[in-house]
């Protein structure tokens, strides 16, 4: 099973930025992508980047959002930027399609 650690997440003021990381222990090329489930909602799949480096968003991040993995050091990020209220969600990391399972995720709240 390949662990997923995600990090960087806090309390932040609309129109802020906050980095998250995501250290993943699988050596293999995976497209991998950022999902959040805010309370009450589905988790959903925002952002997305392939083995080379093709990336995709969902389209209420498109321009604010960019996702980004470092292979050698087997981490995933997503650099976020003049956040909304709507962005609060717990954010996690997995592949694309996702495996089974999932890391602990990492809190993003945003304050209006």
């Known amino acids: 099973q390949v662990q997923l650690v995600e990090s960087g997440g806090g309390l932040v003021q609309a129109g802020g930025s906050l980095r998250l990381s995501c250290a993943f222990s699988s050596t293999n090329a995976h497209a991998m992508g950022w999902y959040r489930q805010a309370p009450g909602k589905q988790r959903e799949l925002v952002a997305s980047?392939?083995?080379?480096?093709?990336?995709n968003y969902e389209d209420s991040v498109k321009g604010r959002f960019t996702i980004s993995r470092d292979n050698v050091k087997r981490t995933l990020y997503l650099e976020m930027g003049s956040l909304k209220p709507e962005d609060t969600a717990v954010y996690y990391c997995?592949?694309?399609?996702?495996?089974?399972?999932w890391g602990q995720g990492t809190q993003v709240t945003v304050s209006s």
């Open positions: 997995n592949a694309v399609p996702r495996w089974p399972y």
């Open positions: 980047i392939t083995s080379a480096d093709i990336t």
